[in-house]
């Protein structure tokens, strides 16, 4: 065991979440838009993705000037009847998915199903803090599967997560990768089911000219009825899936990221001494 991996503790979420918020409410974001943004950098924490260092170089490009702290933090590109293009903004690229995974559940429940193409033109590189995990789980309705895939690779393997809802109480998620394609359905069940879609909601070109855009890192999230996508939600039952921690869950932290956090926070004028000391 590293020593990142010892002295590991659950911490409780909101004051995490209020403190990180006050941070960037102080730097002149808006007050929800701080909200939403804290929260993803700890869904992010919650599933090992560590993006406190790279939060803390974006307050100092805010700081700096280079990043407007009031600006949008999605712009919509293209709207068709359930497919909608968006281009991230650089502000908090966690947040824009946030927004666009709410919408896209908006949607699908008066359209049957909705996707979205998510340019991010890249802000998220090596240094940023991605994992799909966290935007594919906003997509909660039982109704829904979730889909989230990077559209990095071939149109037959794409980085991709799903969701779905097994019971009240338990979201899961299944990682398409863990599938040999030769010794599973659900490879192939994905594929038909991403092409249906696409056609379904007038993405196809744009998905396809994303892909070959190296310049524009792009993410694709959908909500698809169980309904109408029977067969693919059969096979997401039977698989090996992870249990999604639940928004009131307390956050896993070992020593370094808790130092690194409180550093943060102190820096910026936010103290939580008794709170991480306890």
Not at 59 to 81: A, C, H, Y
Not at 172 to 195: C, K, M, Y
Not at 227 to 249: G, Q, R
């Amino acid at each position: 065991m590293s020593q990142h991996d010892s002295d590991m503790r659950r911490l409780p979420r909101k004051p995490l979440v209020d403190a990180v918020s006050r941070v960037l409410v102080r730097q002149g974001m808006f007050a929800a838009d701080a909200g939403v943004s804290a929260e993803r950098l700890f869904d992010l924490l919650a599933v090992g993705v560590d993006g406190i260092e790279w939060f803390g170089g974006l307050i100092k490009k805010i700081e700096l000037g280079e990043i407007d702290p009031r600006g949008q933090l999605v712009q919509e590109e293209k709207t068709g009847d359930s497919g909608v293009v968006f281009d991230a903004g650089p502000l908090f690229p966690p947040a824009a998915l946030t927004k666009v995974c709410k919408a896209i559940e908006r949607s699908a429940a008066t359209t049957g199903s909705a996707a979205a193409i998510v340019s991010m033109r890249n802000r998220f590189g090596p240094a940023s803090p991605f994992d799909l995990l966290p935007y594919c789980s906003l997509i909660t309705d039982s109704r829904f599967i979730g889909w989230a895939s990077s559209l990095a690779g071939e149109v037959d393997d794409p980085p991709t997560l799903f969701t779905l809802r097994r019971t009240d109480d338990e979201l899961v998620a299944v990682d398409l990768q863990r599938f040999d394609i030769d010794t599973s359905n659900l490879p192939h069940l994905a594929i038909e089911s991403l092409v249906r879609m696409l056609d379904d909601i007038g993405l196809e070109d744009v998905y396809a000219a994303r892909q070959e855009d190296d310049s524009a890192p792009s993410v694709l999230l959908a909500a698809l009825p169980k309904s109408e996508f029977s067969a693919l939600a059969e096979a997401l039952e039977d698989c090996e899936s992870k249990v999604i921690p639940a928004e009131d869950d307390p956050i896993p932290m070992n020593d370094f990221r808790r130092t690194s956090l409180r550093s943060m926070l102190s820096s910026h004028g936010v103290q939580l001494d008794e709170f991480f000391d306890g």
